[in-house]
């Protein structure tokens, strides 16, 4: 037997295509949940200078001096 004639006889159980509808359920949620993901993300501000932060509050001025070419 050929492992063409193996492979096409384990394709043909119920239970493998049973299986790959749900892999294939499951990859499309995933891709779903990154689309989704991608046009929140593009959506969603972080941070600069003009955002105020604890993080942004602290070290945006000593950035602005380092920039500046004061240490």
């Given at each position: 037997m050929s492992p063409t004639?193996?492979?096409?006889?384990?394709?043909?159980?119920?239970?493998?295509?049973?299986?790959r509808r749900h892999d294939m359920t499951a990859m499309g949620f995933c891709i779903g949940v990154l689309i989704f993901a991608l046009?929140?993300?593009?959506?969603?501000?972080?941070?600069?200078?003009?955002?105020?932060?604890?993080?942004?509050?602290?070290y945006a001025p000593q950035a602005e001096n380092i920039i500046a070419g004061r240490l």
């Open positions: 004639e193996v492979w096409a006889s384990l394709a043909s159980l119920p239970e493998l295509k049973a299986g046009i929140i993300g593009y959506f969603c501000q972080i941070g600069n200078f003009g955002v105020e932060t604890d993080f942004y509050g602290a």
